[in-house]
């Protein structure tokens, strides 16, 4: 399964663009990349997911490196309510095309009034 | 959309007691997953289902945990008996199909003393 690698904790100011990194140098080729967040203890939440190319919604973007070892969540505006742990992970598919999301340890980010 | 539903919100139980927590997932939704959250292990997958069929229930803890899912729109995890350990919120979550977005629940907070 492929591993992924995130610090622990950032922080930033509100209305700054916040930029989680995330390392994945195992990552296969047919593998996705997903984040979600967990706001205080509440159930995690779904932000955004890619293969190859840069995406975009209405939460965030995610910029994914040419090799596909790293990436990076951007949420261009922080508020104070984007603070939560995030947590970037690489969907492990099987043959039947059933898959499991499997978490790791999180970023911790602080928006900062 | 109710989203997927959890019940009981908290549940209080003292050790050697059997415990049963609930999910109904989103109609239509394919997938379920069971997930555990503590401080110490984060967010673990304890089994998830594909159209009712138990797929992989290798994160499941021991004996005393079993899950199951009569039909499309319940599923249960018991734990019999419950031990201080098991203390933890539990999570379920649904997708519609295989890669689909995983939806949580708000999650079952149990406390075993």
């Known amino acids: 399964d492929a591993k992924t690698t995130q610090p622990p904790s950032m922080d930033c100011a509100e209305g700054r663009a916040a930029n989680l990194p995330c390392n994945h140098s195992t990552i296969s080729g047919n593998e996705y990349v997903y984040w979600y967040r967990q706001i205080h203890s509440q159930g995690p939440q779904y932000i955004i997911h890619g293969l190859k190319n840069n995406e975009t919604n209405e939460m965030a973007s995610l910029i994914i490196t040419e090799d596909r070892k790293s990436s990076t969540l951007i949420l261009p505006h922080a508020t104070l309510r984007d603070t939560a742990v995030y947590y970037c992970?690489?969907?492990?598919?099987?043959?039947?095309?059933?898959?499991?999301?499997?978490f790791g340890s999180g970023t911790r980010l602080l928006v900062r009034p | 959309d109710a989203g997927v539903i959890q019940s009981p919100r908290h549940e209080v139980t003292e050790m050697g007691q059997e415990v049963t927590l609930r999910c109904k997932p989103i109609?239509?939704?394919?997938?379920l997953f069971w997930y555990r959250q503590t401080m110490m292990r984060g967010l673990e997958l304890l089994i998830y289902?594909?159209?009712?069929?138990?797929?992989?229930d290798s994160g499941m803890p021991e004996d005393r945990f079993s899950a199951k899912m009569p039909n499309a729109s319940f599923s249960t995890l018991k734990i019999q008996p419950s031990e201080p350990r098991d203390s933890a919120v539990y999570f379920c979550a649904s997708s519609p199909r295989a890669g689909g977005r995983v939806h949580f629940g708000p999650g079952t907070r149990l406390t075993v003393t």
């Open positions: 992970i690489v969907r492990v598919a099987y043959g039947d095309s059933s898959y499991k999301l499997i």
């Open positions: 289902f594909n159209n009712n069929v138990p797929i992989d």
């Open positions: 109609s239509g939704h394919d997938y």
